[in-house]
């Protein structure tokens, strides 16, 4: 685990048109409650520093020490407030928390591997999870987990029973949870059902002539009285 530490000011002014000030003044305004912490605390980071303790592979998930009036808080940013248009950070919480003990985190899912089979089919793929919550120890939590994907096929699946979890670091999610799924390309499903189109009207078609046409070796219908003349 890399030794992210930052200094956090206590005291910070309250309102909307202190945090731009704030923001403006290069400091974020944060707040730091959790276990050792009796009421939250309002505080401010460094805009510069916060984007290198949560720049690194862990990202969102480091466990960053918050030095606060002498204290010292082991501690992982649980919520990112971001400007709408900017995407700049304009608040963080940060939750204390005990190395020894678990807490969940979601990790982000990386492909890797080349479906040679998938590509040959003209196949796509398709992922429809792209983290995975986990529970670990702080220290344990991985940066994120790689699924190989080599081996998919148009119609096959990967799912969360198929990822490799490191040790200390469980999931409570279902493990037939659909990962990524190999797809035909909207060209191929547009052909398919195009053809299934076809041989149903022409399956239609064949059992429309069969009725009208009277079988081998019966009569035709008889003419009723009043076709006569």
Not at 60 to 67: P, S
Not at 148 to 168: C, F, K, N, Q, Y
Not at 176 to 202: F, L
């Amino acid at each position: 685990m890399a030794d992210i530490t930052l200094v956090a000011e206590t005291g910070r002014p309250t309102g909307s048109g202190s945090a731009r000030r704030l923001r403006g003044d290069g400091r974020i305004p944060a707040v730091v409650y959790g276990p050792g912490v009796a009421e939250s605390i309002a505080v401010t980071v460094g805009a510069r520093e916060l984007r290198a303790a949560l720049g690194t592979q862990a990202g969102l998930n480091a466990v960053v020490t918050l030095k606060v009036d002498g204290a010292s808080y082991p501690t992982m940013a649980r919520e990112l407030q971001r400007h709408p248009v900017r995407g700049t950070v304009v608040h963080v919480d940060f939750q204390v928390v005990d190395l020894n003990v678990e807490t969940h985190a979601d990790v982000t899912i990386t492909l890797t591997g080349e479906p040679v089979e998938l590509h040959r089919a003209d196949g796509v793929v398709d992922q429809l999870l792209f983290s995975l919550t986990v529970r670990a120890r702080p220290a344990d939590i991985p940066p994120h987990l790689e699924l190989e994907i080599s081996d998919l096929t148009v119609g096959g699946a990967m799912r969360v029973s198929d990822l490799v979890l490191p040790a200390g670091v469980h999931s409570d999610v279902d493990p037939d949870t659909v990962v990524v799924a190999g797809q035909a390309s909207r060209v191929a499903a547009a052909a398919e059902e195009a053809e299934a189109a076809a041989a149903a009207a022409a399956a239609g078609e064949e059992g429309a002539e069969g009725a009208a046409a009277p079988a081998e070796g019966e009569a035709a219908p008889a003419e009723s009285p009043g076709d006569e003349g």
